[in-house]
């Protein structure tokens, strides 16, 4: 059995077992507790980051874009991988940036402050961090309006496997309280249908 390491409040972790029910891969999940867990992180992948994809035959795969690489070479006719190959392209740049800048700018701060710190009782959430995401926050967004009025999805006209990494990242932020959901209204109408498919709907269900 395929078996994804993870945690739910990672939204790498999300955006794996998403994919993998989109394309209907049977798997289970161990969750790893990873801001505290790193020997037994490193003993099942010594990058020492989750999520990690163990398949069916033990090969263990570590990194969002080898495991994403992974399941798009397992379904290579799924309706969430553009076919013009400069959608492709765009799909990947656009992965590429949601996990380089707005994962490090935005995210990891609210997970890092109003979190992990919480639950390692190392202080309180430090206020000058949040401030800088939330204005990070506002410049991404903008960003991503723009490509989804130019292109309906964030890089296509279709959905792809990019927005459904940016919806595993909103989630976190909602989670968090951190979207303002009145003034970002394109981004709800983007959201309330991707947030209701089963494969998201199931990880949202499921409980930290």
Known sequence: MTILYSHLICPKSR??????????????????????????????????????????????LSSVYAILEYVMDLSQNSHLIPEPLDERAEMRRIIYWILSRFEKEVTNYFLNEKFIRLTSLTGAPKTEFLRAARINLYHHTTYFQELMSRNGFLSSKNLSFADLLLA????????????????LKWLKEWYAPIKSRPSIWEVLSDRL
Request: avoid cysteine; charged fraction near 35%; charge should be negative.
């Open 15 to 60: 955006f794996i077992s998403i994919i993998l029910r989109e394309t209907e891969i049977e798997f289970v999940k161990e969750k790893i507790e990873y801001w505290k867990e790193r020997k037994k992180i490193e003993s099942i992948d010594p990058l020492g980051e989750i999520p990690i994809l163990k398949t069916n035959s033990n090969h263990v």
């Open 168 to 183: 595993s990242e909103i989630s976190v932020l909602d989670y968090f309280g951190e979207v303002n959901w009145d003034k």
